[in-house]
Each structure stands twice: as C-alpha cells, then as structure tokens.
C-alpha cells in the first residue's frame, strides 16, 4: 500500500514567488517523523525539513516551512520566494513506528523561471 | 506503484563482521540502483552509483574496500560493510532508477554495529 503520496510530478513557478509541494501519508502509527528532502542534478538527497508527529507547530527552515495537518494526514512544503536554484526534485518521506523504515513519495520536480 | 525492496531492515552485528544488505527492484528492470546513507535528521548522503554489470561509481570519501557494491541482476544489487566497526552504523537506503527515469527507494536497513 501507498505509504506516501506526493500527486504532482512536475510543477512550474515564477521566481521570487511561493510554491507548495503536496505531500500525503498514511499510518496508523501514533509515532512518526516527516521529512522533505531536495535532489539536485548531483543525486545527493539534501534534508530541508523534519516534522515529528507529536510536534504541536509546524517545522520551519528558512524560506521552507511545512503544514502539517495531522488530522488530514498531509505534510505539504512550502518554498517562499522560489530561487533559480531551488530547480530540483523533492521527495517527501516518512519514518515511521519504531524507526526502522522509510517510506519515500514518488517525488515532484520543481522549475523555477526566471 | 514500482517497489524496491531492501533486507535486512535491521541488523545488529558485532564490531569486525561483514554485513551485506540487499536491494531488490520487484516489478521492474532497474539498470542503475543508489546506495545511500543517512545520519540522524540529515541528508541522504549518496555513497555510490551501481549500474548493472559494471563496477560502481563511488563518491568521493566513500571507501570502496569498505563498502563493497555488486549489481550482479537487472533487479538486485548489494552493499557488503566489510570489517564493519561501531562509526559505521547508520541507516542505509538503496534507491532504482526506472528506464523512464523514475526513482524508487527502498525502505531502508539500520544498522547498529556493537
């Protein structure tokens, strides 16, 4: 079963403005951790953001944050003033239980337009 | 959706064995596998490329007599922790690239080196 679902393969956004990246996940662990992390052309996997399931506000990192709606089980990434640079792939992942696995998102590839 | 299997998902062993760890494309042909490792809240650090029939391509820092990649079958490839020591455990996680350029990761294996 689809552990995690990130729905847009591909999306556009104009430089300088915000972008959110979906992010859904399924468990009925009351325990979990939510991660995004950013691919460049490099192959690395670059962590942005955590979210742990019992962490009351929503994890901020700079220019990302992510809204975390626990009771609709969504995790989406919020980029704010999208750079150039941010052009990537973004896997949403989710460790789960008693943290001996992960379940990874299909990812989303992000352009950013000049 | 593709899926890639990893196993063990957790291993303990003991300072000075070898542990090998298997990743397994099910459902398709995966001529290029990544083997990555992950610390605590960080980034997936790519450790090597592992293309079907070849050697791998490590990066740079990664110690190839160490971890030792075999990418023997279009769907599975190994990582063997040779002589394994107690800084060396850590979450490993493979990933398979689909011929249309999909990536799919597996679930991921603890390791824990006493």
């Known amino acids: 079963a689809q552990k995690i679902t990130q729905t847009q393969p591909g999306m556009f956004v104009q430089e300088k403005e915000a972008v959110t990246l979906d992010c859904t996940y399924d468990?009925?662990?009351?325990?979990?951790?939510l991660f995004w992390y950013k691919q460049p052309s490099s192959g690395e996997m670059i962590f942005l953001i955590y979210q742990g399931s019992y962490d009351q506000q929503n994890a901020t990192e700079g220019r990302y944050s992510l809204n975390f709606q626990k009771a609709r089980k969504s995790a989406n990434l919020v980029i704010s003033a999208s750079q150039l640079g941010d052009s990537a792939m973004y896997f949403c992942?989710?460790?789960?239980?008693?943290?001996?696995?992960?379940?990874f998102g299909s990812g989303t590839k992000l352009n950013v337009k000049p | 959706g593709a899926v890639v299997s990893q196993h063990p998902s957790r291993v303990i062993c003991k300072s000075g064995t070898s542990v090998k760890i298997e990743c397994r494309s099910l459902?398709?042909?995966?001529?290029?596998m990544f083997w990555y490792r992950q610390f605590p809240k960080q980034s997936l650090m790519l450790m090597a490329t592992?293309?079907?029939?070849?050697?791998?391509?490590?990066e740079q820092g990664v110690e190839k007599d160490k971890f030792l990649i075999n990418h023997a079958s279009l769907t599975l490839s190994t990582l063997t922790v040779t002589s394994a020591h107690p800084e060396d455990s850590s979450f490993y996680i493979c990933?398979?690239?689909?011929?249309?350029?999909?990536?799919?990761f597996g679930e991921g294996s603890r390791l824990t080196v006493l």
């Open positions: 592992s293309n079907e029939g070849s050697k791998a391509t490590y």
């Open positions: 990933s398979a690239r689909t011929n249309t350029g999909e990536l799919f």
């Open positions: 992942a989710m460790i789960r239980g008693n943290f001996n696995k992960f379940y």
């Open positions: 468990t009925s662990d009351p325990s979990y951790g």
């Open positions: 459902d398709f042909q995966a001529t290029t």
